[in-house]
């Protein structure tokens, strides 16, 4: 099992910065895509970015230009900087990550994080 554990999260003020970290743990093989999800409450959880092993990213039209994520694949760690954050960013976000099956690699194992709160507001 993949074990991952974000922190970072907190209040923030509008156009205010937080930087968020999520750190991977327990039977890691070789992770490929790790990346940020969030869920407002009464929303569905979407898509915030994504970064593959190879550094490509990905990011929800909502946040492009005011988040980067960005990973350190020798800590096995993602983060994602938020910068201009706006009330509507207020949600839970989740770390996500991917990785194939250590006995078959044709298989793709999903993991996700406990999450850490955001809350965005004066």
């Known amino acids: 099992q993949v074990h991952l554990v974000e922190s970072g999260g907190g209040l923030v003020q509008p156009g205010g910065s937080l930087r968020l970290s999520c750190a991977a743990s327990g039977s890691i093989f070789s992770i490929n895509t790790m990346g940020w999800y969030r869920q407002a409450p009464g929303k569905q959880r979407e898509l915030v970015a994504r970064?593959?092993?190879?550094?490509?990213?990905n990011y929800a039209d909502s946040v492009k230009g005011r988040f980067t994520i960005s990973r350190d694949n020798a800590k096995n760690t993602v983060y994602l900087q938020m910068n201009s954050l706006k009330p509507e960013d207020t949600a839970v976000y989740y770390c996500n990550a991917d990785q194939a099956n250590v006995r078959d690699v044709t298989l793709v194992e999903d993991y996700w994080g406990k999450g850490t709160l955001v809350t965005v507001s004066s």
């Open positions: 970064i593959t092993s190879g550094g490509s990213t």
